[in-house]
């Protein structure tokens, strides 16, 4: 009897302890639980963001395109004397554009529900062009324009450019 007497008296405190080390564990999983939870919204947001600058930059391309497509005649273009049009553009020089209305053209619509910081703007420069013969007056063959095009997501700390090279044949 006196054996179980104190078999029980040492016992006393086991269950408080086994309480206190559920309730830590339990705490543990709830803050990381939450601390996971928030990661996940703030990826999921900087992922959106990133997504409407390549839809904004991919709309100012297709304009870009789209001017190209609308010319007449190489002259057309009159590079160098309306922002955003250059006579000769290197492939690598959108590092060092100026995305301003001196240096780009802005896109003057953006598709509702796409949340941009600044509107979409392009740039066009003249990248090749191949005569189809050497006889005089209006020029004729293909012209190889580089088109580049910038846009922002909802926030301007996120950023998209975008390059693509069109021809287009002038006759």
């Known amino acids: 009897m006196r054996s179980r007497a104190l078999l029980s008296r040492n016992e006393d405190g086991i269950v408080l302890v086994l309480c ?27 992922d959106k963001t990133a997504k409407e600058a390549f839809y904004a930059a991919e709309v100012a391309l297709t304009v870009g395109e789209t001017v190209v497509e609308s010319l007449l005649a190489r002259a057309d273009l009159e590079e160098d004397t309306t922002p955003g049009h250059y006579t000769k553009l290197n492939l690598n020089e959108w590092q060092t554009l100026v995305w301003d209305n001196t240096h780009s053209v802005v896109v003057g619509t953006v598709p509702s529900g796409l949340k941009v910081a600044a509107p979409p703007r392009y740039v066009i420069g003249e990248w090749t062009w191949v005569r189809h013969d050497l006889r005089f007056g209006p020029l004729t063959g293909v012209c190889e324009f580089d088109i580049t095009a910038h846009g922002t997501g909802s926030s301007a700390a996120s950023e998209t450019i975008l390059q693509s090279v069109y021809a287009k044949q002038f006759n």
Do not use: A, K, Q
């Not at 564990?25 to 990826?43: H, P």
């Open 20 to 46: 206190l080390i559920t309730l830590i564990v339990l705490t543990l999983i709830g803050v990381s639980t939450t601390t996971t939870s928030r990661l996940e919204v703030e990826i999921s947001g900087n």
